[in-house]
């Protein structure tokens, strides 16, 4: 990969980690639960089964799920092993910010945005995105936390072979963590309205991804 299509590259990814990070704000700040990370919510589905409370249950496992059918949906869209420039990346970031802003205006207010966001992060976090070595997951930082410090540990053994990945991972967490940023400070003004801001910032990463992917294509 050149050093331009690289960086169109690097771009991308932070602009998916910045879209994960906002669409957990909001569900966190309507709903009081995140749709990017589950070893929380299946914890508390394992909670409510033995606390017997069904409906609880229900509907966290109806967010299990939904996150597991968008991976699904990821696993039959890009089914190679190996990252190819495909309209379908685009295509599919654009797809679910237009559902975004079509749900939102026809009324769609309640706690059903859970199962939406779910399968959308759930089919993000699932796209083969292969970058130097490594499948890169947009939405999901604990196993990024872990690598950060297996990478530090062989780097104080002399193993420097590896040290960019830090910088990648450190810079995909503040990505991240600008996007919850941003979705927090639009939430205080507009509330629920910020969907709106997160399926426009979706259509505008699948945007630039075609540029990313005409770049790619000439090179």
């Known amino acids: 990969m050149e050093k331009q299509e ?14 994960a990070g906002m669409v957990n704000v909001v569900t966190l700040l309507l709903f009081f639960t995140p ?6 919510n ?8 033995n606390e017997e409370e069904w409906g609880t249950m229900l509907h966290l496992l109806g967010m299990i799920l939904c996150f597991s059918g968008g991976g699904v949906l990821s696993g039959f869209l890009f089914s190679k092993k190996k990252f190819e420039p495909t309209k379908r990346y685009g295509v599919l970031l654009m ?31 699932g796209m083969f995105i292969y970058y130097h070595g490594i499948i890169v997951r947009t939405s999901h930082f604990t196993g990024y936390l872990t690598d950060i410090g297996v990478v530090l540990g ?26 919850v940023t941003v979705s927090y ?13 997160v399926g426009i910032g979706y259509i505008l990463v699948g945007l630039y991804y075609f540029s ?4 790619f294509l000439h090179k």
Do not use: C, P
């Open 6 to 19: 690289r960086f169109y590259f690097d771009v991308w990814i932070a602009l998916l980690s910045t879209l």
């Open 35 to 40: 749709t990017t990370h589950f070893t929380g």
């Open 42 to 49: 299946i914890t508390q589905f394992v909670l409510s089964f």
């Open 95 to 125: 797809m679910f910010g237009s559902m975004m802003l079509l749900l939102f205006l026809f009324g769609l207010r309640d706690e059903k945005w859970l199962y939406f966001f779910s399968f959308v992060v759930g089919t993000q976090n």
């Open 154 to 179: 062989r780097l104080m053994r002399g193993q420097i072979k590896d040290r960019w990945k830090v910088l990648f991972y450190f810079t995909s967490m503040l990505f991240f963590g600008i996007g």
């Open 185 to 197: 400070q639009l939430f205080q003004s507009f509330g629920a309205a910020t969907i709106i801001a």
């Open 212 to 215: 990313f992917r005409k770049a």
